[in-house]
């Protein structure tokens, strides 16, 4: 379990056999445009995620091998419903750094 895996040279190697699967983690916050806050009642805007890349950065500091992510869609195709958080700008992308 704690020894390397080969997944071939267009992979690569993980460190171990460590999986952590998919989840939800409450963390993914959302994609509702800020223009429209005000008229949900949201009373904050959640689309800081800096408590959700803190939470995977202490993961992989702890040793995962693979970390399959969940809760964030690759384009609005893939959306777990209306403004749900998604990676899809550069923006977005950015909310996802430390």
Known sequence: MFEPLDLGPDIG?????????SMHT?????SIPR??????RAEEDH?????????????AEGGV??????????N???WVGPFASK????????KHKL
């Open 26 to 30: 409450g963390l993914e916050g959302h």
């Open 35 to 40: 223009f429209l806050l005000p008229f949900l």
């Open 47 to 59: 689309s800081d995620l800096s408590a959700m890349a803190q939470y995977f950065k202490e993961r």
């Open 65 to 74: 091998g693979l970390m399959v992510t969940g809760g964030i869609s690759p």
């Open 76 to 78: 609005r195709a893939g």
């Open 13 to 21: 190697t993980l460190p171990n056999r460590v999986l952590m699967g």
């Open 87 to 94: 990676l899809t700008t550069n923006e977005e992308m950015e």
